[in-house]
Nanobody, 119 residues
């Protein structure tokens, strides 16, 4: 089992920055990839960014590329999402998620943290 606790959301203005944090506990040795996803009101949940737990290779959605940076600190079991130049369309609940070596989907999810960007 893996447990995730995400935090760091808030209300900011367009152009501001926020840093989301995900604390990972449990069987961290089973983790293949960590991801951040978001869900805006009335919309489907969408992919934001991923990072390999070992190796650190990353991927980003086109909508956040160049503005968001994902990173991880394996010693502290945390995954961060640095969000710069925020836009109103970034407003959503953000979730961190973990995919293990035994599955092809993200099985473990944080509780979500609200990010609201005002114009």
């Amino acid at each position: 089992q893996v447990q995730l606790e995400d935090s760091g959301g808030g209300l900011v203005q367009a152009g501001d920055s926020l840093r989301l944090s995900c604390v990972v506990s449990g069987r961290t040795s089973s983790i293949y990839t960590m991801g951040w996803f978001r869900q805006a009101p009335g919309k489907e949940r969408e992919f934001v960014s991923t990072i390999r737990w070992i190796g650190g290779s990353t991927t980003y959605a086109d909508s956040v590329k160049g503005r968001f940076t994902i990173s991880r600190n394996n010693a502290e079991n945390t995954v961060l999402l640095q969000m710069n130049s925020l836009k109103p369309e970034d407003t959503a609940v953000y979730y961190c998620a973990a995919r293990t070596y035994t599955t092809i989907k993200y099985d473990y999810w944080g509780q979500g943290t609200q990010v609201t960007v005002s114009s």
